[in-house]
């Protein structure tokens, strides 16, 4: 509902990708659409979240006609869903998952919780989230999602998938799902295009520039700190 970083690497990314003379083909969804659903739709909305037959037969569709080669995927909650996964599965086309964040192994996403790191979901199973409402301060909610992962996790959909982390760490935590093994996870940071030249480090001023939002888990008190 609010564009961010995510959304610009899909942008830059598809960008790149059509600069070397590749088709792209994307498809999304907006979490816009949930205000628009009658009730009956948003009932479905636990079952959606964990399987969306739209999302299945429009994707395949896609695969299909467009030829497509590889089904690169960003962010499938809520309303895309794994299901974007097994509609590959099912042409026997690879896919590849850009981790923007640490939702397949914390329903909230960032392992944060009061202030602080929180690995309980890890450590103790996904169903701690519920007990705090980690998504979007909504139990409920929070319940669809750890559903979801655990239903994906039980029926081996994750094992079947290659993944970019943006960093070493990210990639170390990823690899604390006992299904994905490390020969299916590459590390490879956000691409973005030239801003100009480039000052050399020696005749750089002892500046530090943060853009991003203004949370508490984005960790800006600790850059602040250690400026």
């Not at 659409?33 to 979240?49: D, G, S, V």
Request: with cysteine; aromatic share 8%.
């Amino acid at each position: 509902q609010i564009p961010g970083g995510e959304d610009q690497v899909v942008r830059n990314e598809g960008k790149l990708l059509k600069e070397h003379g590749h088709d792209v083909f994307l498809y999304s969804r907006r979490n816009d659409e949930i205000k628009r659903m009658n009730l009956m739709e948003k009932l479905c909305l636990p079952f959606t979240a964990c399987f969306s037959l739209r999302t299945y037969r429009e994707v395949r569709k896609i695969i299909l006609e467009k030829k497509i080669d590889v089904v690169h995927v960003h962010n499938t909650l809520p309303l895309i869903s794994p299901s974007v996964f097994y509609a590959a599965f099912s042409t026997h086309k690879p896919v590849v998952m850009t981790v923007h964040n640490f939702r397949l192994l914390c329903p909230g996403g960032v392992c944060y919780r009061g202030g602080k790191t929180c690995e309980a979901c890890v450590k103790k199973g996904l169903w701690q989230s519920v007990r705090y409402g980690c998504y979007r301060g909504s139990k409920i909610q929070t319940l669809i999602c750890a559903c979801s992962m655990q239903l994906h996790r039980m029926l081996g959909t994750y094992a079947r998938i290659h993944y970019i982390c943006l960093t070493e760490f990210n990639k170390e935590k990823l690899l604390q799902i006992k299904q994905i093994s490390e020969k299916q996870v590459y590390v490879k940071p956000n691409y973005m295009s030239g801003l100009g030249e480039v000052i050399p480090a020696q005749l750089r001023d002892n500046t530090i520039i943060y853009a991003g939002r203004l949370e508490e888990n984005k960790g800006i008190r600790v850059l602040l700190r250690a400026y």
